[in-house]
């Protein structure tokens, strides 16, 4: 069965430095998001991107965060210059984009980061 | 703005036991509703979910019926198994909006 994947499993990284998570969604998926969870608290929305560009960001989503799609299987979310806020999971979904059973989002297992 | 609550965990079960997860939701238009389960070490997984009023979402022994007038999804198991001892998330897509907005999540163990 296709599945989402999502690399590094594990991230730490000093405060104030880049990092990119990756995701590769299912192949014929054409809407994908990004939502991220701090330990303790609900599961966020921060974007989702369709059609080689964003559809809609939350507020979280500032200028400290990007996304994009370099080809055409992978899908990256960047933070420009992390802070201790930014220790999450993130979790990476994709959906063909449809109604009915075409709109369930599949969600990778996640990246775990940590900004020390 | 729209939103979900669940009952908070965790909740503890021995084996057989029958489970209810409360889940609330409050929503412009007409929601479709969801229900994921994240196992332990594992990402989040639709479990099932349904689209309009009175439906019921079903899969592998779960059950949920979507409530307009109490505007509630409510999740349930006849007779729970120390295999689905994980965290389950109740979550809501208003309209044409395609993100999911997401209740805090229930912790479920589940004792042999």
């Known amino acids: 069965e296709p599945e989402v994947t999502q690399t590094p499993s594990h991230q730490v990284t000093q405060m104030g430095q880049e990092v990119i998570l990756r995701c590769v969604p299912i192949s014929n998926h054409l809407y994908f998001y990004w939502y991220r969870q701090i330990l303790g608290q609900k599961v966020e929305f921060l974007v989702s991107f369709y059609n080689n560009e964003i559809s809609e960001k939350s507020e979280i989503f500032d200028d400290q965060f990007s996304v994009e799609r370099p080809d055409g299987s992978n899908f990256t979310l960047k933070i420009r210059s992390t802070k201790l806020e930014d220790s999450a999971m993130y979790f990476c979904?994709?959906?063909?984009?449809?109604?009915?059973?075409?709109?369930?989002?599949?969600f990778g297992p996640g990246t775990r980061l940590l900004v020390l | 703005g729209d939103s979900v609550t669940q009952m908070e965990g965790p909740v503890t079960l021995s084996e057989e036991a029958f489970l209810t997860i409360n889940c609330t939701y409050t929503a412009t238009g007409y929601p479709s509703l969801f229900w994921y389960v994240q196992y332990p070490g594992e990402g989040l997984q639709l479990l099932l979910k349904?689209?309009?009023a009175d439906d019921k979402g079903s899969n592998k022994g779960f059950e949920a019926t979507y409530r307009k007038e109490t505007t509630s999804f409510h999740l349930e198991k006849g007779s729970v198994q120390v295999s689905d001892s994980a965290v389950y998330f109740c979550a809501l897509r208003a309209g044409n909006n395609r993100k999911l907005i997401w209740g805090l999540g229930t912790s479920l163990g589940v004792n042999p």
């Open positions: 349904a689209t309009k």
């Open positions: 979904a994709s959906t063909f984009g449809g109604t009915g059973s075409q709109e369930t989002q599949y």
